[in-house]
């Protein structure tokens, strides 16, 4: 996951509005949003390295990945960052239990952020913020960086957000969070630590492009109950949406 803009509003009728973009090399291997047969998880599947990017689970919890680039660009890791998604929706773990496990092997990942939600609170740690921070509501973006770095296309994603407002989850006609495809001016990028042209490729909320791109999108509800109501969107190379699927988690089921 490289781009996610979300609005936390507890207590409300709908708590939590998100959506997310995946961009990744086309040719990896990768399983679209489905029921994973062996775990109580909704998610896509990394079939090179066996974890995810977002996940549900049918006790209303959620977990969100994005990858750190400062700082990171170049460095191996023992463990896949999908891992810590899967690992947190499948076992039994509270936030906290599982943040203080994860803090003892930090060492082992690459650099990322995770976003990690109960149906009731909102938590945020990272490779550098590794003391977390439980979240305000709000409006919140999340790219490569820490959490709310004024990226142009993470303040794209936050006024897209706020312009979406109370309603239901948009059909395709009315989508428009995250599917700006154009880039930014030079003066305007981060310095990531990637060759300049390569910075500017992934400005874009929605990356185009024949080897690597934004090739999946979720849209997802949390409704006061717990139940989520969740939309994945499959891209092509263009950018445009070729298959979508739906799904609706009834919250605190067993």
Known sequence: MCLAVFSW??????????VANR??????????????PDHDLL?????????????????????????????????????????????FLHGSDSIESYHRGVQAR????????????????????????SSGQWLAPGI?????DSLNTPWPKTELAKQQMRDWGEASLPTVAQQSILTSTEIVARQQL?????PLAWEQTLSAQTIVGEDYGTRCRTLARQLRSGAFEVIEQQLDAQGQIVASAEFNLAGGAD
């Open 23 to 36: 961009d990744e090399f086309r040719q990896r291997p990768t399983l679209a949003m489905h029921w994973w």
């Open 106 to 129: 930090l060492g082992d990942y690459g650099g990322f952020n995770l976003v990690l939600g109960d149906g009731q609170r909102l938590f945020y740690f990272s490779s550098v913020h």
């Open 190 to 194: 981060p310095s990531t630590g990637v």
């Open 43 to 87: 998610a896509g599947k990394d079939l090179q390295a066996g974890g995810t990017w977002l996940g549900f689970n049918r006790r209303g919890a959620f977990a969100l990945l994005t990858n750190v680039r400062p700082g990171f660009i170049g460095l191996s890791s023992a463990l896949s960052r999908g891992d810590l998604v899967r690992e």
């Open 140 to 144: 919140h973006g999340l790219s490569n």
């Open 9 to 18: 509003q507890p207590g409300s009728a709908v708590p939590l509005r998100l």
